[in-house]
DNA sequence: CGTGATCCTGACCAATCGGTCAATAATCTG
DNA sequence: CAGATTATTGACCGATTGGTCAGGATCACG
C-alpha cells in the first residue's frame, strides 16, 4: 500500500537514481545547494547532465529527493530511546550513537546543516511538524524520568539541543576541530569520552 | 607603524566601504558565499555594481575583508578570561558573552559557520596559526587551574568545543531551534540557565 | 575658478548555470 | 527478429554571474 501508485523500477532506474543521489550527497555536502552544479554531479556519477535531469526533474528535485530520504536516517537514534530503559544509560546510548553518525555519516550532518543554514527552504513543513512531534515525544519520556527522580531536572528541549549541537560539530566543523587539536588526535574517541562525562555529571539524579 | 603604508582614507571612501561591509555581511550571513551576488550587496548598499567592485577589487575581497575583520571580535570573549580569577566564574562569563554574541550578532556566527562548513578556504593559514594559538594560551590556563583542583578535569580543547558548539548553536540553527520550542519561548534566556545549569555540574571541582 | 584626483555608472563581455530538445543508442518484450 | 519502450547524449538556449571599461559627475584644493 505504500508504493502503490508508484510504477516499478527498472534495475537501470535504481541504479543510476543512487548513483546520482550519492555523487549529489557529494556535491550538496560539500558545497551547499547553490555551490553545487548540476554538471559537476554528472561528472561524478560517470553520465551525462541531461541523463541526471533525465531521473530528476530539476536540481531542486534532487536536494530534496536526498534531504526527505535521509531525514528519517538521522532522526532514528533519537526513536530508539526507550521509556522503559534505565534513563542515563538511555541517554549516553543515544549521545554516542549520534556521535557516531557524525563520524561516519559526516556528509549527511553537513547537508542538513547547510539546509538549516540557509533558512530550511526545503525542510519548513517538517521542522514545525514531523520534527517537532518526534521532539515532543522525546521531551515527554524525559519528563516522566525527571519527575520520578530518576534523571537530575534540566530543560529537556535545551538538553536535546545541546546534543544535537555537540556531536555535529565534529562533523560540521572538522577541519576546525583538526586544526585546533593537531594532528595525532582522533576527535570522535575524545569527544566520546568527554561528552559521557559531560552528560553523567549533568543528569546523574 | 601598523597604517604606515595604507593611504588615507577619503570620508566617502569609509563609509562606502562601511556600507558595502554591511550589505555583504547580510548576504554572505544568509546565503554563503556563493549564493550571495554583488548585484544583491550592491542594492541593499544603494550603489551600483561597479561601483562596490571600485571599492572593492572582487567579491573575494568583500568576503576576506569581513572574515578578518570580524574574526577579532568574535574570539575577543575567550581572549578575556582572566587566569587571575575564580575558575568557574571566568568560565560561566565567556559562556554567557559568548550565547550573547550569538544573539546579538547571528550574522557574524552564520558567516564563520558558512565558512568552516565550506573547508574555510579563507581561514586556513589562521586556523592553523593564529586560532590554534589563541585556544592554546587558553588551554594552558585551564590546565593550570585544573592541576590546581580548582576545576573539574575534562579535556580543555572539547570542553571549548562544547561551548562553542552550544552557543553558536542557538545563532546558526536558529531556526529549527524556534520551530522545536515553538512560540512564546526565548532560545536565549532559557539557553543561558540551561548552559549555566550544565557548567556548574560539569566544573564543580 | 579651474584642474587634477576621486567617485560613479550604463553598457558590455565571457563564463557558467539550470534546463530543453531532437536524435540516437540500448534494452526489453512478444 | 521486430517494434516499442527506455536510456543517453550533443547541441543549444535564456538567464545570471563576476568583472571590465570608457566616459561623465563630483569633489578637494591651489
Given at each position: 500500500?505504500t508504493d502503490a501508485a508508484t510504477p516499478p523500477m527498472t534495475r537501470i532506474q535504481q541504479k543510476n537514481r543512487e548513483l546520482?543521489?550519492?555523487?549529489?550527497?557529494?556535491?550538496?555536502?560539500?558545497?551547499?545547494?547553490?555551490?553545487?552544479?548540476?554538471?559537476?554531479?554528472?561528472?561524478?556519477?560517470?553520465?551525462?547532465?541531461?541523463?541526471?535531469?533525465?531521473?530528476?526533474?530539476?536540481?531542486?528535485?534532487?536536494?530534496?529527493?536526498?534531504?526527505?530520504?535521509?531525514?528519517?536516517?538521522?532522526?532514528?537514534?533519537?526513536?530508539?530511546?526507550?521509556?522503559?530503559?534505565?534513563?542515563?544509560?538511555?541517554?549516553?546510548?543515544?549521545?554516542?550513537?549520534?556521535?557516531?553518525?557524525?563520524?561516519?555519516?559526516?556528509?549527511?550532518?553537513?547537508?542538513?546543516?547547510?539546509?538549516?543554514?540557509?533558512?530550511?527552504?526545503?525542510?519548513?513543513?517538517?521542522?514545525?511538524?514531523?520534527?517537532?512531534?518526534?521532539?515532543?515525544?522525546?521531551?515527554?519520556?524525559?519528563?516522566?524520568?525527571?519527575?520520578?527522580?530518576?534523571?537530575?531536572?534540566?530543560?529537556?528541549?535545551?538538553?536535546?539541543?545541546?546534543?544535537?549541537?555537540?556531536?555535529q560539530h565534529y562533523a560540521d566543523f572538522e577541519i576546525q576541530v583538526r586544526a585546533v587539536l593537531g594532528p595525532g588526535h582522533?576527535?570522535?574517541?575524545?569527544?566520546?569520552?568527554?561528552?559521557?562525562?559531560?552528560?553523567?555529571?549533568?543528569?546523574?539524579?
Open positions: 500500500m546520482i543521489l550519492q555523487a549529489a550527497l557529494d556535491a550538496f555536502s560539500a558545497n551547499g545547494f547553490r555551490g553545487a552544479t548540476i554538471d559537476q554531479i554528472a561528472r561524478a556519477a560517470r553520465m551525462s547532465k541531461p541523463n541526471v535531469l533525465y531521473y530528476f526533474g530539476s536540481k531542486d528535485e534532487i536536494h530534496k529527493t536526498l534531504l526527505t530520504t535521509l531525514l528519517d536516517m538521522w532522526l532514528a537514534p533519537m526513536q530508539q530511546i526507550d521509556a522503559a530503559g534505565e534513563p542515563l544509560a538511555e541517554i549516553l546510548q543515544y549521545v554516542q550513537a549520534k556521535l557516531q553518525m557524525s563520524r561516519d555519516f559526516p556528509r549527511e550532518s553537513r547537508l542538513f546543516a547547510y539546509e538549516i543554514l540557509q533558512g530550511a527552504p526545503h525542510l519548513t513543513e517538517i521542522l514545525g511538524g514531523g520534527l517537532r512531534e518526534i521532539v515532543d515525544r522525546t521531551v515527554a519520556v524525559l519528563e516522566t524520568w525527571m519527575e520520578e527522580g530518576r534523571l537530575a531536572r534540566v530543560e529537556p528541549r535545551h538538553l536535546i539541543f545541546s546534543i544535537w549541537s555537540m556531536t582522533d576527535p570522535y574517541q575524545e569527544g566520546s569520552a568527554f561528552l559521557d562525562d559531560l552528560y553523567r555529571k549533568l543528569l546523574a539524579p
